[in-house]
């Protein structure tokens, strides 16, 4: 399910990880990109602008609820319906 | 009876070279490394030399860790991973509880402040890097040298402007001999060639336009480096314990303020340090063969530590060789006393005094045998290292042959 949104969010993450890794998809862990939590953190918040979104996420609770890439594109996916609905 | 606190490894980067033994070649050869300042975007500065790391060396250091860590901290884990590798000491096979850290920083990160006051401000972005605050602060230094090397045991920053690697040094020697610590990765470290950094020091009109002439008559100020120096240093018994080679010892420690002015130096105070120094070395003047000096190429800095030495080591001053290796490093802040540490280890077990460089013209008022221009051959039993501060914050180290 390589949707406009995560295929952004992937080519984000890609640009931040170390170049000639493994494949990353939505299935990825979170913990096997080798990207500090921070700097994943911040792949989101580059998405404010992008999405004219406000991204209220505590860095703490994200990652204590985020586990994998699929999550992430979820969340953000949800906060985009936020702002539309 | 106190813990005798050796060395047993060291590690070095600055505008000199990227490992201790290239600076000490060239400290040697007393080659200057000031010059002209490139890979810096230094905007309208009038100041335009200092002594900067041109390139990186290979280090081989995770993505992860490089991205949350400001120049002042990579530079620092590049010296201590060095300092470590010499001395052989692994995490796993001794106690990583016992093994601690403690890195002096005069300025911290001053990179990740520019970048995002520029993008902020001039920019339009709206919020700061997300690694702002942790690449910032000054005791992340410390911090990253112990997650690069595995150290768990006691570990801080030490910042007291010029004089923070020597400070750091002191409280090293402190965790060892106070047996919460049986090693410590100490030194100094500091990226100030940047734009803001620079502005300010430049308002301070102390920087030097062209180079930095320690005790020369024609002095003209001092010019900013940036580096990192680091040693491991352990107990004696942890040393010989595990058959590791002993490169010298930090046989004392002498600290003191002057309490007078934040940026005027006293004679009472510098001479009262390395009075205290001598006594807690057990050391007598004549004892000492080499001082490494402040010496930062200031008027007043260079005769006020003449003074200083004259009163505390009487007649034997004039006997005692004495050099400002700033002439050649330049003034690295926070990594100075750790560079110069570097010079007095190589000059004990090289019986070689490194010089001052770019030295012209005798000052009455500097009358010392400051080895102007060319290295001298002397048996060095022991060695001085004088570091004064902003802040009248001064510490000085003795080192001696084991």
């Not at chain 2, 919020?127 to 997650?147: D, E, L």
């Not at chain 2, 150290?151 to 030490?158: A, D, M, S, Y």
């Amino acid at each position: 399910m390589a949707d406009e949104l995560a295929r952004q969010i992937i080519d984000n993450i890609k640009a931040h990880a170390e170049p000639g890794g493994e494949e990353i998809t939505t299935n990825t862990e979170l913990t096997a990109l080798g990207i500090h939590s921070l700097e994943l953190t911040e792949i989101i918040f580059d998405l404010e602008e992008a999405y004219g979104i406000e991204i209220e996420m505590n860095t703490v609770d994200a990652w204590s609820n985020l586990k994998n890439v699929g999550d992430m594109v979820e969340a953000v996916r949800g906060l985009i319906a936020a702002k539309k609905a | 009876m106190r813990q005798r606190v050796v060395i047993t490894g060291i590690g070095g980067i600055c505008g000199l070279g990227t490992d201790a033994a290239a600076i000490w070649e060239a400290m040697r050869a007393g080659r200057s490394a000031i010059g002209p300042i490139e890979n810096v975007e230094l905007h309208e500065l009038k100041v335009r030399v200092g002594s900067q790391v041109k390139a990186l060396p290979e280090h081989g250091i995770d993505r992860k860790q490089l991205v949350s860590m400001d120049r002042f901290s990579l530079l620092a884990v590049i010296a201590a991973r060095e300092a470590m590798a010499q001395a052989g000491l692994q995490p796993g096979q001794t106690n990583e509880w016992r093994m601690g850290a403690t890195v002096g920083v005069g300025v911290c990160g001053w990179e990740a402040i520019e970048e995002n006051y520029r993008a902020l401000l001039l920019e339009g972005r709206n919020r700061a890097g997300i690694f702002t605050v942790p690449k910032v602060m000054p005791g992340a230094a410390a911090g990253q040298v112990s997650m690069a090397l595995g150290l768990r045991g006691p570990v801080f920053g030490v910042p007291s402007a010029c004089s923070s690697a020597n400070h750091a040094f002191a409280a090293a020697v402190d965790q060892i001999r106070l047996g919460r610590a049986d090693a410590m990765l100490a030194g100094g470290t500091d990226a100030p060639l940047i734009w803001g950094v620079l502005k300010a020091w430049e308002a301070l009109r102390v920087l030097a336009p062209e180079t930095c002439r320690p005790f020369s008559a024609d002095r003209q100020g001092l010019v900013l480096g940036e580096g990192a120096g680091m040693a491991v240093l352990e107990s004696y018994e942890h040393a010989r314990a595990r058959g590791a080679e002993i490169l010298g010892e930090i046989a004392g420690v002498g600290l003191s303020a002057d309490a007078s002015d934040i940026v005027a130096p006293t004679v009472e105070g510098p001479e009262a340090a390395i009075r205290a120094c001598l006594a807690d070395a057990g050391l007598n003047p004549e004892d000492v063969d080499y001082l490494n000096a402040h010496g930062t190429g200031t008027k007043a800095n260079d005769q006020i530590e003449t003074a200083a030495v004259k009163r505390a080591f009487g007649e034997h001053a004039y006997r005692l060789s004495v050099s400002s290796t700033k002439s050649m490093h330049a003034h690295c802040l926070g990594a100075s006393g750790a560079l110069e540490m570097i010079a007095c280890v190589m000059a004990i077990r090289e019986g070689l005094v490194p010089p001052t460089a770019n030295w012209r013209e005798p000052d009455p008022e500097c009358d010392l045998d400051v080895t102007p221009n060319v290295a001298r051959e002397r048996p060095v039993r022991a060695a001085l290292s004088n570091a004064f501060a902003f802040g009248g914050t001064n510490a000085v180290l003795a080192f001696r042959r084991v």
